[in-house]
């Protein structure tokens, strides 16, 4: 027996005037999508922002339905518009920010498993890194490729 290590390295910054400007750029137009959210239930609140290889911001929120199952979360909502819209485009990162009632959560909000398995899928097709933004009020996480979080990615169909 072999015992082995998963090392995931991410860089956080303070706030988002410390990103680079695409990335600033990207992480307030996550911040605005979550005008776009539906959440009569939850009251959770979330916006994401893709960034496509054309330089393109494809926004998204979450979306909720009565039916729990047939809602939509932020991110998956703004790859699929990307993927739907632009479907030569490579994604190149995403942001996302969340809070209840509109007011953004003080730690960074983080994707399910079902949105990184999705994130996983379009950064396998693009064959490049797809970096993972994650915002919070007092704190902001980045993530270069998906596989950090997600490890072990299952890709093999
Ligand atoms: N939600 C997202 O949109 N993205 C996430 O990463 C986590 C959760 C949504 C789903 C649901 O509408 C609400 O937040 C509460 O879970």
């Not at 932020?74 to 969340?98: C, H, N, V, W």
């Not at 079902?114 to 993972?132: D, E, F, L, N």
């Amino acid at each position: 027996m072999t015992e082995k290590e998963i090392h995931i390295a991410f860089a956080e910054y303070r706030s988002i005037e410390e990103l680079n400007a695409e990335d600033r750029e990207l992480a307030h137009a996550a911040i605005d999508a979550m005008r776009g959210s539906y959440a009569p239930y939850s009251h959770f609140n979330v916006g994401a922002a893709v960034r496509l290889s054309n330089g393109q911001i494809v926004q998204g929120a979450n979306q909720e339905n009565a039916a729990f199952p047939s809602g939509l979360c932020a991110e998956r909502t703004a790859m699929f518009a990307a993927s739907a819209k632009y479907p030569d485009k490579d994604m190149q990162s995403i942001a996302l920010a969340g809070g209840v009632y509109g007011q953004l959560t003080e730690e960074p909000a983080t994707p399910c498993g079902a949105c990184r398995q999705v994130m996983a899928q379009y950064q396998t097709k693009s064959g490049k890194p797809m970096s993972v933004i994650m915002i919070g009020a007092g704190r902001i996480w980045k993530f270069e490729r998906v596989d950090d979080i997600l490890p072990l990615i299952f890709d093999s169909i």
